[in-house]
């Protein structure tokens, strides 16, 4: 069983940033690829950002590209995600999660099988 914490939320102006934190417990996190994804209201969860285990290939919606980064840190057993340049339409709860296996579709939430609780971004205009 895996546990995924995530952490760093919150209220921002549009144009400003937050660094998201989803924190990993309960396998080798290195075992893992993870992923991003978020909900807005009246909206289906959707794909944000996944990076393989070591780090080394990261993938992300169009939307987000050149604005979203995201990072591992295997040492720490955490993924981050840096969100730049914030638009009111990011605003949404944003999900960690967590993939055993290999060769999955990244954009696909059936190929993760853990979950995260959720932290709410909110990006006001």
């Known amino acids: 069983q895996v546990q995924l914490v995530e952490s760093g939320g919150g209220l921002v102006q549009a144009g400003g ?15 893992l ?23 080394g290939s990261t993938y992300a919606v169009d939307s ?4 979203f980064t995201i990072s591992r ?6 993924v981050y995600l840096q969100m730049n340049s914030l638009k009111p ?3 949404a709860v944003y999900y960690c999660a967590a993939a055993m296996a290999y ?3 990244w954009n ?9 609780q959720g932290t709410q971004v909110t990006v006001s205009s």
């Open 64 to 67: 987000v590209k050149g604005r």
């Open 89 to 91: 339409e990011d605003t």
């Open 17 to 31: 940033s937050l660094r998201l934190s989803c924190a990993a417990s309960g396998r080798p996190f290195s075992s």
């Open 33 to 55: 690829a993870m992923g991003w994804f978020r909900q807005a209201p009246g909206k289906e969860r959707a794909f944000v950002a996944a990076i393989n285990r070591s780090g």
């Open 108 to 116: 696909s939430l059936r190929s993760y099988d853990y979950w995260g």
């Open 73 to 78: 840190d295997n040492a720490k057993n955490t």
């Open 103 to 105: 060769g999955l579709r």
